[in-house]
C-alpha cells in the first residue's frame, strides 16, 4: 500500500467512550474513515465518563483502549486528557471532527474553539445505526455480571 505524504493526509478524529464495542461503533468508524485517510479514535477517560454519564464504564479506559486497538478500526487510538478536553484538538489539528448523532459533551463551545485556534476544521454529525439495537446502554442493561471496578 502507498504511503501518503503526511501534508496530504485528511485527519479525521473521533471522541467517545466506545465500551462496549457493537455493530453501531463500527458504523461510526467507517463513516468516520469515509470523511479522510487517517483516522484518530480518543477514548474519553473513566473519569470523564463518571461526569458526563454519572456512572463508570463497564471497562477500565486501558481495557476499552486494547479492546479498540485489537479491533483494528482505526488508525490512532488514544485516550483523551484529563484536563482540557480540547487539547487533543490542539495538539492533532484534524482536517473533520466526527461527532456521534447522540454526542453532546464538549460540543457547545467547538466551533467558538476552532476559531479562536486558526483550526480549520469541518465538524461533521455522524448518522445512527440502528440505535434501537445498538447503543451502549442498552446493551449494557443486559448484563448481568458486574461491571469491572475502575481503579485510576
Do not use: W
Amino acid at each position: 500500500m502507498k504511503e501518503i505524504p503526511e501534508k496530504q493526509q485528511k485527519k479525521v478524529i473521533i471522541f467517545g467512550t466506545f465500551d462496549l464495542l457493537h455493530a453501531g461503533h463500527e458504523n461510526m468508524f467507517e463513516q468516520a474513515r469515509a470523511l479522510g485517510n487517517q483516522l484518530t479514535v480518543i477514548i474519553a477517560r473513566d473519569e470523564t465518563v463518571k461526569k458526563i454519564k454519572n456512572e463508570y464504564p463497564y471497562y477500565t479506559e486501558k481495557q476499552r483502549l486494547k479492546n479498540l486497538k485489537n479491533a483494528g478500526l482505526a488508525d490512532k487510538i488514544i485516550l483523551g486528557g484529563l484536563g482540557d478536553k480540547y487539547d487533543v484538538i490542539r495538539k492533532i489539528r484534524p482536517d473533520v471532527i466526527a461527532l456521534g448523532y447522540d454526542q453532546f459533551a464538549f460540543t457547545y463551545q467547538l466551533e467558538k474553539f476552532l476559531i479562536d485556534e486558526k483550526i480549520d476544521a469541518e465538524i461533521t454529525r455522524l448518522k445512527s445505526y440502528k440505535p434501537e439495537i445498538y447503543k451502549s446502554s442498552l446493551i449494557r442493561a443486559t448484563l448481568t455480571s458486574t461491571p469491572q471496578p475502575c481503579f485510576l
